[in-house]
């Protein structure tokens, strides 16, 4: 077999696979956000009624507000996950004594199922009850009504996947950590460099290329990380203030059968991702290999 | 001495992070001890004085938990088997050949993950519906070995990429084909990655809920997170019983982490953006 043949034959099936249970229900959903699919038109067939939903989602009141919350929501996780793993990586990357206990069991947020996590921790955010506000009241602090204001919902979504995500990032640091030449600190000891210049000059930008394309993913997943927001905030409690993107277009097809509704609101959710994410990779690209 | 003070420093932090990362696992299975299914309590004792283990017996016996295990472990086990032996090849062929198009179809992979689950869902259900795969495992097999996919494959290609290419050249000129360079010199050397691999595609089987609940009706086909939810959604949800069936099903996969995190560490090389 020539070269070329292996590489088209070693390519094919993961080809086949992406296309049929991806890329085809993608073109799919494109037909039905042109239609008028919903619960009553599901039996006899749905209409074409060509840019109609996307109108609709346009003229949606709240869209704005939640796109914000969205872009809040992603870059707050995104950047507390990188500071606190990286963070973490840097003490661990020490001679410390049981430091592969630490690893392990700081690791365990990320091997939890993200549902049971979730469920755990709206328990915690509980008003009277939950184990947070029992500690802070230990502590002669006041209450914190989480789950039935706005801004407290989201930080109790917030709190629960910093916590579910930093793991992640802290792993892939430790990885590049691991790959920073140590002749690169041992020449700038000789030459007197102190501990905060290496971290400065030696090992963040070092870090910086591996932990790009970290970025760019988790950037992806928060953005339409549908079962933290949804499971901690019951369904955008209260009363629909608390939604990001994808968890209001999840109720729009499933709790209100707004399929057509929901399929073009998905289309406009990927295409907003599609664009963040070009500029990222950019970005990545670029610092990967020097500008 | 002023060492010894500061790594004592360094311990002290560790055992605060420490703390605050284990403490909502220490509260599920605080909840799991509780004898009346009481979600709530004022109390911020782990253990609870009327402690039982009662639930756990439950779970075991009296509930499907033992059916719903074996499901989730078939469904796992083959979108892992299923992801490693995907990845493993697209992952190779893009990071040894010169194909055209291979940047475009790297961010290709990339852009599959950026559908929210809404886009995919029910196209999904309709064509596993006329594919006669509603309501079977080999559905949601493949619906989560495409979701890994995109995910593994970057890691391997990452790895791959740092794997000298000489090696395979002295393979090949030893008397290696193209497959046996491959099987023989370089899948052996991405040990590393191709656990990460399994690893990833076995707990994209494991806990998800979402697809599970849409191509999956029957009980006796339930998956761990379906059986779960269905112990949280009856008539009044039993939370001890709840909290008790999540830490069983988190056991397996945080001992897989803790057996694997080594390699994690070693194998997780998503670098290589640029072809």
Not at chain 1, 135 to 143: D, G, R
Not at chain 1, 161 to 168: E, K, M, R, T
Not at chain 2, 68 to 73: E, G, K, P, Q, V
């Amino acid at each position: 077999m020539s070269r070329r043949t292996v590489a088209w034959w070693f390519l094919l099936p993961s080809a086949l696979v992406l296309g049929a249970v991806v890329a085809w229900p993608f073109v799919y959903n494109f037909w039905i956000s042109l239609t008028d699919l919903g619960l009553y038109t599901i039996r006899d067939g749905a209409h074409f009624i060509g840019i109609q939903q996307y109108l609709r989602v346009f003229a949606e009141p709240d869209l704005y507000r939640y796109l914000l919350r969205t872009l809040v929501w992603t870059l707050l996780n995104v950047f507390f996950h990188v500071l606190i793993g990286v963070s973490i990586a840097l003490i661990l990357n020490r001679p410390l004594r049981g430091r592969s206990l630490y690893r392990a069991l700081l690791i365990l947020p990320w091997a939890l199922p993200q549902y049971i996590a979730a469920l755990s921790w709206r328990g915690m955010f509980n008003y009277e009850f939950g184990s947070i506000n029992l500690l802070l009241a230990k502590l002669h602090f006041s209450p914190i009504p989480w789950l039935s204001t706005e801004v407290g919902a989201f930080a109790a979504a917030l709190i629960t996947n910093i916590w579910l995500g930093f793991p992640f990032m802290m792993v892939v640091a430790l990885g590049g950590l691991q790959s920073i030449p140590r002749e690169m600190y041992e020449a700038a000891e000789i030459d007197g460099a102190g501990a905060w210049w290496q971290l400065r000059k030696i090992t963040l930008p070092l870090l910086r290329p591996v932990m790009m394309p970290a970025i760019v993913l988790g950037t992806i997943w928060t953005f339409n990380n549908l079962n933290v927001m949804w499971l901690v905030t019951n369904q955008g409690e209260p009363g629909d203030s608390s939604h990001i993107l994808v968890t209001y277009v999840y109720k729009a097809a499933f709790n209100y059968y707004r399929y057509g509704y929901a399929a073009a609101f998905s289309v406009l959710i990927f295409l907003i991702l599609l664009g963040l994410t070009w500029i990222n990779y950019r970005q990545a690209s670029r610092s990967t290999y020097g500008a | 001495m002023r060492t010894r003070l500061c790594s004592l420093g360094w311990h002290l932090l560790l055992i605060l992070l420490v703390m605050a990362t284990i403490y909502p696992v220490l509260q599920i299975f605080s909840i799991s001890l509780r004898p009346s299914n009481a979600l709530y309590s004022t109390s911020l004792r782990i253990i609870p004085e009327d402690a039982s283990f009662e639930s756990y017996r439950v779970i075991l016996f009296e509930k499907p938990f033992w059916i719903w295990m074996r499901n989730s472990l078939i469904v796992s086990f083959a979108t892992a088997i299923l992801g490693v032996t995907l990845a493993s090849t697209s992952a190779y062929a893009l990071s040894r050949f010169e194909l055209r198009g291979k940047n475009p179809m790297l961010f290709g992979i990339l852009t599959t993950q950026m559908f929210p689950a809404t886009m995919l869902l029910l196209p999904l259900y309709l064509l596993m519906r006329n594919l006669g795969l509603v309501n079977t495992l080999l559905g949601v097999v493949l619906a989560y070995t495409a979701t890994a996919l995109p995910f593994c494959t970057w890691t391997m290609k990452g790895y791959y990429d740092t794997i000298p290419r000489s090696l395979e050249e002295a393979g090949l000129i030893d008397g290696l084909d193209e497959l046996g360079a491959f099987w023989r010199i370089t899948l052996p050397l991405a040990a590393p990655a191709l656990v990460i691999t399994f690893l990833f595609s076995f707990l994209a089987g494991y806990a998800e809920f979402i697809v599970a609940r849409t191509l999956l009706v029957s009980k006796d086909l339930y998956t761990l997170p379906l059986g779960l939810e269905s112990l949280a959604s009856t008539f009044q949800t039993e939370w001890a019983n709840y909290a008790a069936g999540s830490l069983l099903v988190a056991i397996p996969v945080v001992a897989l982490f803790l057996l694997l995190s080594r390699y994690l560490v070693e194998g997780l090389t998503l670098g290589g953006v640029k072809g």
